[in-house]
């Protein structure tokens, strides 16, 4: 089994990757999907989440209103640090049975946004990073999620720098272009892997 940790800043088009690597034949696991199903409601993720936060993080039909959380803890970083310590063990537990289930020749990918920031390169055989400037990130957050210019720089902001991702890249995947573009690099990257797989 080959492990990848693919990484990538708020809207560096890393999701578009993932998928392009899941086509190829990667097993993806998604750490931000599961940390979304962690704290769906009835799960004991969002009970701890709501005992430290309080009521106010809940939509009236009891689901997570992520963006009430989103605004509590990116602007404070002991509240993230709180959020941080009640979903990264249920996500990690999650992870360790998704990989459990892998084929033993499988190349699987772990989508980890926060991988500089949390210092995981060593769990992984080869970090793949999707880079973009700032400028392209902070378009593509206005132009795909409506996020206000002040918001989007603000996230990128929370994240580690862009020198801190490529620091710890084996693999660097530049997304500032065209589509077909990423699609080629994926396809070196994804003939890269398989190489690397052989080798075991």
Same mark, same amino acid.
């Given at each position: 089994m080959l492990k990848i940790g693919l990484t990538g800043g708020i809207g560096s088009g890393k999701s578009e990757?993932? +998928? $392009?690597? %899941?086509?190829?034949?990667?097993?993806? =696991?998604? #750490?931000? +999907? =599961?940390?979304?199903?962690?704290?769906e409601p009835g799960t004991p993720g969002l009970a701890r989440v709501v005992a430290t936060f309080g009521d106010e993080v809940?939509?009236?039909?009891?689901?997570?209103n992520r963006e009430k959380l989103g605004s509590i803890v990116f602007a404070?970083? @002991?509240? &993230?640090?709180?959020?941080?310590? !009640?979903v990264h063990p249920l996500v990690g537990e999650r992870v360790a049975h998704l990989q459990s289930e892998a084929a033993d020749d499988a190349i699987v990918v772990?989508?980890?946004? &926060?991988?500089?920031?949390? +210092?995981?390169?060593?769990?992984?055989?080869?970090? !793949?990073?999707?880079? #973009? %400037?700032?400028?392209v990130r902070v378009r593509r957050l206005a132009e795909h999620r409506g996020m206000a210019e002040a918001d989007a720089r603000a996230r990128i902001g929370a994240q580690a720098s862009r020198e801190d991702r490529l620091a710890v890249a084996d693999i660097v995947v530049p997304n500032?272009?065209?589509? @077909?573009?990423?699609? %080629?690099?994926? $396809? @070196?990257?994804?003939? @890269?892997?398989?190489?690397?797989?052989?080798r075991g």
């Open positions: 990757v993932s +998928k $392009r690597l %899941a086509a190829r034949g990667a097993v993806v =696991i998604d #750490a931000d +999907k =599961i940390a979304r199903e962690v704290v809940l939509h009236p039909d009891g689901t997570l404070d970083s @002991e509240r &993230l640090a709180a959020l941080n310590a !009640i772990y989508d980890v946004p &926060l991988l500089a920031e949390n +210092k995981l390169a060593p769990m992984y055989d080869v970090v !793949i990073v999707v880079d #973009a %400037a700032d400028d500032e272009g065209s589509l @077909e573009e990423l699609d %080629a690099r994926v $396809r @070196e990257v994804w003939d @890269e892997l398989v190489r690397r797989a052989a």
